[in-house]
T-cell receptor, first 113, second 114 residues
């Protein structure tokens, strides 16, 4: 399993763009990068997944450099409701079926008014 | 769809008692996951099923824990006997086919063992 490293916490003001970086130096060829969001007292929620370059959806963008040893989750113009823990997961999606991944400690984002 | 349904939402029990947590996955999903979350250990995968068959139970802490999935719409996680260190929030999640990584989590069951 690829090990991931994220900042433990981040603060941001409302309306700013937030970038959360995850390091995964031992990522394997078949590994994808997936991000989840967890609000207090709720289960995690899938945000976005990518393999390389850039992926964008209605919630966030995911930037993955060519060497894939890190990835950055970008949240545009955050609001107070974006205060949550963000998890970076790295796992193999090409070996058939689900391959076990770990959630790690995540990054606790606090959005300040 | 109502999403993943878990019951009960809260459970308080005494040490030594049997505890059964229940989960109804999203209809059509073929993967089901049980997680445990604590402040100390974070979110841990206990076991997961594919098409009702347990695939990986290496995260189950010990023999006191058991999980079953008798059909595609129901799963249980049982702790017998329960201990105070089992106090945690237990989440059930489900996902589908080639998007197995896009897991949908239930609201969780907060278990307190006194």
């Amino acid at each position: 399993l690829a090990k991931t490293t994220q900042p433990i916490s981040m603060d941001s003001y409302e309306g700013q763009e937030v970038n959360i970086t995850c390091s995964h130096n031992n990522i394997a060829t078949n590994d994808y990068i997936t991000w989840y969001q967890q609000f207090p007292s709720q289960g995690p929620r899938f945000i976005i997944q990518g393999y390389k370059t850039k992926v964008t959806n209605e919630v966030a963008s995911l930037f993955i450099p060519a060497d894939r040893k890190s990835s950055t989750l970008s949240l545009p113009r955050v609001s107070l409701s974006d205060t949550a823990v963000y998890y970076c997961l790295v796992g193999d999606m090409n070996s058939g079926g689900y391959q076990k991944v770990t959630f790690g400690t995540g990054t606790k984002l606090q959005v300040i008014p | 769809d109502a999403g993943v349904i878990q019951s009960p939402r809260h459970e308080v029990t005494e040490m030594g008692q049997e505890v059964t947590l229940r989960c109804k996955p999203i209809s059509g999903h073929d993967y089901l996951f049980w997680y445990r979350q604590t402040m100390m250990r974070g979110l841990e995968l206990l076991i997961y099923f594919n098409n009702n068959v347990p695939i990986d139970d290496s995260g189950m802490p010990e023999d006191r824990f058991s999980a079953k999935m008798p059909n595609a719409s129901f799963s249980t996680l049982k702790i017998q006997p329960s201990e105070p260190r089992d106090s945690a929030v237990y989440f059930c999640a489900s996902s589908s086919g080639d998007r197995a990584y896009e897991q949908y989590f239930g609201p969780g069951t907060r278990l307190t063992v006194t």
